[in-house]
């Protein structure tokens, strides 16, 4: 009963304190990062909850994932709140706060050390790292994910406490789930046979001769059967559709992806000792990674798993918990280099789960024979989680939006030429084309060839009615990258402004033969038929586009009698 009532307190605190840190969240904006993509340009989401967008939700692939449950939750944001960042920004804090009391009663409920899972679930809630998790709106699937696998780890508790078909199936139904939030949830199966060992201690290695812990371990991988099989899925399907989508990078060679994936788990124990110079992206440096970094690293790695593994026995949370921080990265670790980043904060959103729990244990275990060591760990628990908070403050502040977001990674890395493409995109949307310029510029000297940096150059350029200076840099970005279908749309739209529709027809339907549905695509396509005189053809886009997002159709009506020159729909 007094375990009830202190859990209580401590769930109350968690929340608040989480609340109080992140409060100010919800005054920051879209950041023209995936946000736009995932929902404010995104037609299937923006308008909410509809019969149609919930069909499109599970048979969609865009943005090189499959994730039908986060689509459900961004679009019940907008039927809820519209386009306000403002709620969008609540809800992710929701999860977040939610993730942070399962992940302290779960704790508590398998180890019964109240103060230890409290201060687990505090580090969680507060550290700067998870900024990006919890500001990033597109980051919804990382919550919305979390939730998930701790109300997988909570059911299977509940089945290992009492063995029942229900709980089980529970507990599968929410890991399912959970990949269809994220598929980093693959490694869960593989945690949940580390919490067999400890803290559940459903099997006990090296007590007896007699080949039972054998059998009773075949037992709980037999046990985890369906959830390999649903992980062993996810896998082929994300990896199958982010290599159709082209996100799949083959041009870094498989020497340069191990040496990353070493420094990357060493560095994100440094950045969780010490959380300086975070960034929303830190370019892959290929093959200017230093080798003698790297095999440092590796070497590391190494010597601490062999040390985790020796004592066991005596200390299984060590090993527990370091098998859960290298095994949860394993997908987002870089051997299959998906996108062009080197690592990214929001990866270790669960991965440091397991660090935190070494901590936790490690450090109680450290002073347990010192005279005033629950004073000590007060003391301790006080300044680290005060340090945590204040570092979390200042890491906020820079997702307000996304002038300030790049901002601060120019300052905190080098030669990051998406940050410089991203940054002229948030200026060029302010309309200070002159300083979104300049960063095109530099991202192109950094990546020459780099096809978003010189669409968004000429996309500027085009804005200040140079024209034939745009339909240059469009042509090259195609010519890099000919399936790039928002370079074929405003290459059209250049082409439109010079009078020549047959060619801008051209582009917009080569648009549609790369992603058939795409409105903008056949509202354009309209303009330029209308243009011609050819209004069978521009009904037949208007019918079209009625069908995929009637309110753009009805834009689309408005305009047809002004002619092809918007810039914009």
């Given amino acids: 009963m007094r375990n009830n009532h202190s859990a209580l307190i401590v769930s109350l605190f968690l929340t608040l304190i989480t609340l109080a840190i992140f409060w100010n969240v919800q005054n920051h904006e879209f950041v023209n990062f995936d946000d736009l ?63 942070t009391l399962l992940l302290f009663l779960i704790l508590n409920r398998m180890t019964g050390a109240l103060w230890r899972s409290s201060f687990v679930a505090a580090l969680f809630a507060l550290h700067p790292l998870h900024v990006e998790s919890v500001a990033w709106i597109a980051e919804r699937k990382d919550v919305l994910s979390t939730f998930f696998w701790m109300l997988t780890m909570w059911a299977y508790v509940r089945y290992v406490e009492r063995p029942g078909l229900n709980s089980y199936l529970l507990s599968l139904l929410f890991f399912a789930m959970g990949l269809m939030a994220k598929p980093m949830l693959v490694t869960l199966p593989f945690v949940l046979l580390l919490l067999d060992y400890w803290p559940l201690g459903r099997i006990q290695f090296g007590k007896s001769g007699d080949g039972k812990e054998r059998w ?14 649903l992980a062993a899925i996810s896998s082929v399907v994300t990896f199958s559709v982010q290599q159709t ?3 799949v990078v083959s041009f870094i060679p498989l020497k340069a992806r191990i040496a990353n994936a070493l420094l990357s788990y060493v560095g994100y124990i440094t950045k969780m000792i010490w959380p300086h110079h975070l960034a929303v992206f830190y370019p892959h440096l290929v093959n200017d990674l230093p080798l003698w970094q790297a095999v440092g690293s590796g070497l590391l790695l190494i010597i601490i798993s062999i040390l985790v593994i020796r004592v066991v026995r005596l200390h299984a949370y060590l090993t527990v918990g370091w098998l859960w921080y290298l095994g949860t990265l394993v997908p987002v670790i870089g051997l299959v280099q998906v996108g062009t980043q080197a690592m990214a904060d929001r990866y ?30 007060a003391i301790s628990a006080v300044l680290i989680l005060s340090s945590l908070s204040v570092c979390t403050l200042v890491q906020l502040q820079y997702w307000k939006n996304g002038i300030t977001l790049f901002e601060r990674a120019l300052e905190v890395t080098s030669n990051n030429f998406v940050a410089h493409n991203n940054l002229g995109n948030a200026l060029g949307r302010q309309r200070r084309f002159g300083e979104a310029v300049q960063h095109f510029l530099e991202a192109l000297r950094i990546r020459p060839g780099y096809a978003h940096a010189l669409n968004n150059l000429a996309a500027t350029l085009a804005h200040q009615g140079k024209f034939e200076e745009a339909i240059v840099h469009y042509t090259e970005a195609l010519r ?29 339907q080569e648009a549609l033969r790369i992603k058939p549905d795409y409105p903008e695509a056949h509202f354009y396509l309209a303009l330029a038929f209308s243009s011609m005189g050819d209004n069978v053809s521009a009904l037949k886009e208007y019918e079209i586009l009625k069908s995929i997002n009637p309110n753009l159709a009805k834009k689309l009506l408005g305009r047809i009698s002004k002619g092809p020159y918007p810039s914009s729909p």
Wanted: proline residues 4%; hydrophobic residues 45%; charged residues 15%.
């Fill in 37 to 99: 993509k995932y929902i404010t340009e995104n037609p299937h989401v923006r308008y909410g909850l509809t019969s149609e967008a919930v069909t499109w939700a599970f048979t969609a692939t865009h943005v090189s994932n499959w994730h039908p449950l986060t689509w459900l939750s961004h679009m019940l944001d907008c039927h809820l709140y519209g386009l306000n960042p403002k709620g969008h920004h609540f809800n992710n804090l929701l999860f977040h706060i939610a993730n």
């Fill in 216 to 229: 009773l371990a075949l037992h709980l991988v037999r046990e985890k059967l369906p959830f390999f099989f």
């Fill in 480 to 508: 890099i990258r000919p399936e790039f279908e928002e370079a074929h749309i405003n290459l059209g739209i250049a082409l439109t402004h010079q009078g020549r529709f047959e060619d801008a027809i051209k582009h917009y």
């Fill in 245 to 247: 989508s082209g996100s």
């Fill in 348 to 377: 270790t959103y669960v991965p440091l789960i397991g660090l935190f729990i070494i901590i936790a244990w490690g450090l109680s275990c450290l002073v347990a024979r010192w005279r005033y060591h629950k004073i000590v760990l």
